[in-house]
């Protein structure tokens, strides 16, 4: 493990010690947000691929019912009965915090239309009424779908960059102050050793000075 | 709370019809240079959710993405007339794949 290039003293240690000790705790804390990140994707997740499964299969009948209706009906007076629309809706966004990341929530408001159909009876099938009727149920699920998948993107991207920082904590930074710290402390500690002895060869050759002067 | 947001639908023509009867926005994208034009188009517009068609989505992928890490707009893909192509839930698959290191759903 390569050690950070700094200065053995006793400041640098200090201030290398007070870094080691934040970083274990951010090490920590962020380990903690990356679980429980993690256990809120997957029970997003496992709804949103649920959720698509359902909606992905009612989409395919509704098609499969606006096809026959486009079969049994002339071309222009299918798409003149489509061409109009009785109600538009307006999307409404809020936001909601899950582990600090922002997801959109969707509501919608419709405005108030008195039937789903936008046609009169009677030049049209009975086909378009149901394959009309059938895509107007799937509306609050698409819904539901957009924001569980939103969530499930931006969560994934959280819970990925969250790893990266785990990991560069425990793989690289921690080791590497550890392995400084023990360095400077080896070096200070060799400091002291070498001091210590200098001392006492000193105090030996005062001690056989004065023991030759007498 | 802000509202005012709006939902479109993109994809080929016959794919989309329906949903303008739900008062969605639709706007048709018969070849690869218009559904990213539109894609891009909508977005600036603030449109919140975009439902793209696969078979559309299929063919500009790399637009798509581009909006995966923004709140906003959410791009969703649906199937299109000739039904689902499965990537749709590839997608989900993906985010799986992205956030745990290994799909484990699969």
């Known amino acids: 493990m390569t050690t950070l290039n700094v200065n053995p003293t006793r400041m640098e240690l200090k201030r290398l010690k007070t870094r080691l000790t934040t970083a274990r705790r951010g090490h920590k804390l962020l380990k903690d947000k990356r679980d429980e990140l993690m256990k809120r994707f997957l029970d997003i997740v496992r709804e949103n691929l649920e959720l698509r499964r359902e909606v992905e299969e009612a989409l395919v009948s509704a098609n499969r019912g606006f096809a026959v209706a486009s079969a049994v009906m002339s071309p222009e007076m299918f798409e003149q009965s489509l061409m109009c629309p009785t109600k538009s809706v307006e999307l409404d966004v809020s936001y909601q915090n899950i582990m600090s990341v922002d997801v959109p929530k969707f509501s919608f408001s419709e405005s108030d239309g008195h039937t789903i159909y936008p046609y009169g009876y009677a030049m049209t099938s009975g086909e378009l009424d149901d394959a009309v009727d059938r895509l107007s149920d799937i509306m609050p699920r698409l819904l539901r779908l957009a924001e569980m998948e939103k969530s499930a993107q931006l969560l994934a991207q959280e819970i990925e960059k969250t790893r990266r920082r785990v990991n560069a904590l425990e793989y690289v930074m921690i080791p590497q102050l550890s392995e400084t710290i023990r360095m400077i402390t080896m070096k200070l500690d060799e400091n002291e050793r070498g001091n210590l002895t200098r001392l006492m060869k000193v105090k030996d050759m005062m001690i056989k000075e004065q023991l030759q002067k007498k | ?106």
């Not at chain 2, 034009?37 to 500009?60: M, N, P």
């Not at chain 2, 893909?77 to 839930?89: A, D, F, R």
Request: proline content about 3%; some cysteine.
């Open chain 2, 1 to 106: 709370m802000s509202s005012g947001y709006k939902l479109a639908v993109l994809g080929d023509r016959e794919s989309i019809l329906g949903y303008r009867t739900l008062g969605f926005h639709v706007r048709e994208a018969e070849n690869e240079a218009d559904g990213r034009r539109e894609l891009s188009d909508l977005a600036k517009e603030g449109y919140a959710v975009i439902y793209v068609t696969e078979q559309l989505a299929c063919r500009i992928e790399d637009e798509i993405a581009k909006y995966k890490d923004s709140p906003l707009p959410a791009i969703i893909l649906i199937p299109g007339k000739t039904g689902s192509l499965g990537i749709g839930m590839k997608g989900v698959h993906s985010a799986v794949e992205r956030a745990v290191g290994a799909d484990i759903l699969a």
